[in-house]
Nanobody, 123 residues
């Protein structure tokens, strides 16, 4: 499956952004979809994921970020509110046929990655 992410930008602290990821070339319903991010000087980290049964979130974004998927349109969305400067990162959508849910989520399980979209939160 091929993934195309969009929706990044620059926002002030406390603001909101919505990221979108469009999938093509695969059976979207069969995939676990997730968002990861990599901040300046940091390793890439899990942000949120959806396996059709549940949504999962990193502790750092719980209550502020919401992942949703539209299986009819083959898209997954990440709505982000109350953004903080520490949310500044390149955000990636990713797809996998299987995974270990958080806290054991493994990047290596995800075989398809979008190109990344920059989110910058100014203080």
């Amino acid at each position: 499956v091929q993934l195309q992410a969009s929706g990044g930008g620059i926002v002030q602290a406390g603001g909101s952004l919505e990221l979108s990821c469009a999938a093509s070339g695969g059976n979207f319903d069969a995939y676990i979809m997730a968002w990861f991010r990599q901040g300046p000087g940091r390793d890439r980290e899990f942000v949120a994921g959806s396996d059709l049964k549940r949504m999962y979130y990193a502790d750092s974004v719980k209550g502020r970020f919401t992942i949703s998927r539209d299986n009819a349109r083959n898209t997954v969305t990440l709505k982000m509110i109350t953004l903080k400067p520490e949310d500044t990162a390149v955000y990636y959508c990713a797809a996998s046929r299987y995974w270990s849910p958080p806290p054991e989520v493994q990047e290596d399980d995800f075989v398809s990655w979008g190109q990344g979209t920059q989110v910058t939160v100014s203080s």
